[in-house]
């Protein structure tokens, strides 16, 4: 593993030492207690010395790219294993079915408090402000007045992953820049085209909200976990029509993951399965580029010839 240190511009040297003059993008889903998968695909990334220029992440996707932001090494991945490993239910959702039911006969705007949140966010190990990381980080978020995709990369950092995992009805929306804000996932829980505005030429993408639309339907709240996954999933088709050429796109499989949103059970099982289904995507990824260049290498020998 190379040595990292010095932020941004010693990974962008690194880059250049290795003859490439452009560089990739990770991308992050939301996707709730089932971001957790994508601890293992981080792992099968940085195992291979795949360092990105710049991550985007949404919801609990911002939350694992901020600590890959932070510390892009097997280090970063193992303490965001243990992370997950720790979460528990009823302290992301405090309070039980009583509780939850008087929040909504009070007509709160929201059924459970941040504070578990924000108890797991503010610590020591990420900074207070996205100029305390290594690497470039965007966090997505809604505007809940006018609708917007408001995209966060500087200023304060714990209030923009909070806005950005502010699940409307469940969570309290956040005040912050001047601004009403609630989960990046109401607009777009794939941020896929924030990545390619940087100089890049290859994107890959830790989706895990696809597995959202398989869920049982237990409850109200997954009812509507599933209404908005349908058409977050018809933004990230048009987004991945959209990529401009000369871009690839390695889209990272997810383990299948049925449990329930306040099922925090079994991460290690499902970090193992996702590293599994990674690596295989990633040779499969490595295999399809160097067919591309024996291509274009017997191409050119014809023409000059």
């Not at 409307?168 to 996932?185: E, S, T």
């Not at 709240?221 to 209404?227: E, G, L």
């Not at 017997?298 to 010839?305: H, P």
Request: proline share 7%.
């Amino acid at each position: 593993m190379p040595d990292l240190g010095g932020g941004p511009t010693a990974i962008g040297d690194f880059r250049r030492r290795r003859g490439r003059a452009q560089g990739c993008a990770f991308v992050l889903s939301g996707g709730g207690n089932q971001a957790v998968a994508q601890v293992g695909m981080l792992r099968a990334l940085i195992e291979r010395g795949i360092i990105p220029d710049v991550v985007v992440g949404c919801s609990a996707g911002a939350f694992n790219g901020a600590v890959i932001a932070k510390d892009p090494t097997i280090e970063g991945v193992e303490h965001l294993e243990a992370t997950w490993e720790a979460f528990r239910g009823d302290e992301i959702f405090p309070g039980g079915k009583l509780s939850r039911a008087w929040n909504l006969l009070r007509r709160d705007d929201h059924i459970f408090s941040n504070e578990g949140l924000q108890a797991i966010w503010h610590s020591k190990y990420l900074p207070e402000s996205f100029e305390g990381l290594q690497l470039p980080l965007r966090v997505v978020a809604t505007d809940l007045d006018t609708g917007e995709e408001v995209v966060f990369a500087s200023g304060p950092l714990q209030p923009a992953l909070l806005a950005s995992a502010a699940l409307p009805g469940l969570f309290p929306p956040i005040r912050h820049d001047g601004r009403l804000l609630v989960d990046g996932a109401v607009v777009d829980t794939v941020p896929l085209w924030h990545a390619w505005q940087g100089p890049v030429d290859r994107i890959y993408v830790l989706n895990v909200a696809g597995d959202l639309m398989s869920r049982p339907l237990r409850s109200p709240i997954d009812v509507a976990i599933r209404a908005f996954a349908i058409s977050r999933k018809q933004r990230f088709d048009l987004d991945l029509r959209a990529v401009p050429e000369g871009i690839d796109v390695v889209a990272l499989p997810a383990p299948f993951d049925d449990r329930d949103l306040f099922d925090f059970s079994d991460p290690l099982m499902i970090i193992e399965e996702a590293h599994h289904l990674a690596e295989r995507a990633l040779d499969e990824a490595e295999a399809a580029s160097r067919n591309r260049r024996n291509l274009r290498r017997r191409w050119w020998r014809r023409a000059a010839g």
